[in-house]
């Protein structure tokens, strides 16, 4: 007994291609199930414009609207479907009785082995085709060799569960040639084995940096840069959060209003998610000139409101710092050499947030600047783990990469890309 599969994700789009998408989803409610869900329209390149939640306890009922964050950007909305299918609980009536049998297994690792001749804007390129074809990346390596060949290491998951197949790793390398062209050299394709535990490893950053990169205060610095880079930062330059225990009987109110930016509903959902906050009902307003506001009814995991001030103060304090301040962008030397260090939260469960090095390469591709060699590595602090994103770039005459107006650009228009502005 249950409801149609067909029935539990419905996506209309709009009338004109101007007017977002909804996307409507009706299943069995489990814990995070609002952050697996943003974060898998985050994976496909969409905005979520404004939504609504509503649980009872067992079900939960989503309605998102979504734009794509590019004109151009090329959906798979089939595919996009499949994927929030496999994210729900099973619509049987049974799931109740057999939850934990239900969980899905995590997808298998696939190592992508890639050679080709050093071209500016290549590793942007063989990054987009991975997204397009829906391969998430969990891991890269890039390294140049001194005959000026590059060697790239992409660890990554399929969210079509097909790299199993031939024709599914025929088709991956056949992509990735038609875009390289002439300056494909090799490709492989095989299930990750020992190479990744190698790769895996955290990061060793000098105190100094892992200080910049991961202070909760922003610094007046990033907010006068906040400034420059939206408006509404001239009007509204904090994230509010107040917490109000007396409009409902048995929910705890947060109500949270901050700049709005590409993926801010994921931010907010993985936070309550990480902290066993239930989000009963919620509604995310539209952003209004660059603010958004969202009104959240949420309750613990045993029901109750929240009304131990400390646990107020940590929650309140979470989510400030990360609708503010979401991803950490700066500029270092390494010896003799210019690195650009991204960092964001990983998630309790060990996932990233997806697409910031598609974003990263394509800020660097857009400035003219290329990659020497870049990495992804792990961060652990105090409180979290971070997903640590490092890029060693290269001389430019046109940049030179000395010259503080050349790092406040590449700071900046990295930044504005990852945050959607």
């Known amino acids: 007994m249950g409801i149609p599969c067909d029935d539990v994700v419905l996506i209309q789009h709009g009338e004109i291609p101007e007017e977002p998408s909804v996307i409507t989803v009706n299943c069995p409610d489990k814990a995070g199930l609002g952050c697996d869900l943003s974060r898998i329209i985050l994976e496909f390149g969409l905005c979520i414009?404004?939504?609504?939640?509503?649980?009872?306890?067992?079900?939960?009922?989503?309605?998102?609207?979504?734009?794509?964050?590019?004109?151009?950007?090329?959906?798979?909305?089939?595919?996009?479907?499949?994927?929030?299918?496999?994210?729900?609980?099973?619509?049987?009536?049974?799931?109740?009785?057999?939850?934990?049998?239900?969980?899905?297994?995590?997808?298998?690792?696939?190592?992508?082995?890639?050679?080709?001749?050093?071209?500016?804007g290549s590793l942007h390129d063989i990054t987009r085709v991975l997204c397009e074809l829906d391969l998430s990346?969990?891991?890269?390596?890039?390294?140049?060799?001194?005959?000026?060949?590059?060697?790239?290491?992409?660890?990554?998951?399929?969210?079509?569960?097909?790299?199993?197949?031939?024709?599914?790793?025929?088709?991956?390398?056949?992509?990735?040639?038609?875009?390289?062209?002439?300056?494909?050299?090799?490709?492989?394709?095989?299930?990750?084995?020992?190479?990744?535990?190698?790769?895996?490893?955290?990061?060793?950053?000098?105190?100094?940096?892992a200080e910049e990169l991961f202070s909760s205060e922003p610094s007046d610095k990033y907010t006068s840069m906040l400034q420059a880079l939206s408006p509404?930062?001239?009007?509204?330059?904090?994230?509010?959060?107040?917490?109000?225990?007396?409009?409902?009987?048995?929910?705890?109110?947060?109500?949270?209003?901050?700049?709005?930016?590409?993926?801010?509903?994921y931010d907010v959902m993985r936070i309550t998610k990480d902290c066993n906050i239930q989000i009963v009902y919620g509604r995310f307003s539209s952003s209004?000139?660059?603010?958004?506001?969202?009104?959240?009814?949420?309750?613990?995991?045993?029901?109750?409101?929240?009304?131990?001030?400390?646990?107020?103060?940590?929650?309140?304090?979470?989510?400030?710092?990360?609708?503010?301040?979401?991803?950490?962008?700066?500029?270092?030397?390494?010896?003799?050499?210019?690195?650009?260090?991204?960092?964001?939260?990983?998630?309790?469960s060990g996932k990233g947030r997806p697409r910031v090095f598609y974003d990263v390469t394509f800020a660097l591709k857009t400035l003219g600047i290329c990659i020497f060699s870049a990495e992804i590595v792990r961060h652990s602090t105090s409180d979290r783990q971070w997903e640590v994103y490092k890029f060693l770039l290269e001389e430019s005459r046109e940049l030179p990469l000395a010259s503080s107006r050349a790092r406040s650009l590449i700071v900046n228009r990295v930044r504005r890309t990852l945050m959607g502005w």
């Not at 009785?97 to 500016?120: I, M, V």
């Not at 929910?251 to 590409?262: E, F, Y």
């Not at 131990?308 to 010896?335: F, M, W, Y």
């Open 49 to 120: 414009t404004r939504g609504d939640s509503s649980k009872d306890g067992r079900w939960c009922y989503l309605v998102l609207w979504v734009v794509p964050q590019h004109s151009s950007l090329k959906v798979d909305w089939e595919s996009l479907k499949s994927r929030l299918l496999a994210a729900c609980p099973s619509c049987l009536f049974s799931y109740y009785f057999n939850q934990q049998s239900n969980r899905p297994s995590p997808s298998p690792l696939y190592l992508l082995k890639f050679w080709c001749l050093d071209q500016k």
């Open 137 to 209: 990346i969990q891991r890269v390596k890039v390294m140049p060799t001194p005959d000026g060949r590059v060697l790239d290491l992409f660890f990554i998951t399929d969210g079509m569960e097909l790299l199993d197949t031939k024709q599914r790793r025929e088709d991956v390398c056949e992509h990735l040639t038609a875009v390289l062209g002439k300056n494909f050299i090799n490709c492989e394709l095989q299930l990750a084995g020992p190479e990744y535990e190698r790769l895996r490893g955290f990061s060793d950053l000098p105190p100094a940096v």
């Open 288 to 348: 209004v000139e660059g603010i958004r506001n969202m009104d959240l009814f949420v309750q613990q995991t045993d029901g109750k409101k929240i009304v131990d001030p400390e646990r107020q103060i940590a929650l309140c304090s979470r989510l400030k710092e990360e609708t503010l301040h979401p991803l950490r962008v700066i500029i270092a030397n390494r010896g003799p050499d210019t690195e650009l260090l991204v960092a964001n939260p990983v998630e309790l």
């Open 232 to 265: 509404s930062m001239k009007t509204v330059n904090k994230a509010t959060v107040t917490v109000d225990n007396i409009m409902s009987p048995v929910h705890t109110l947060l109500q949270i209003q901050c700049v709005d930016h590409k993926g801010l509903i």
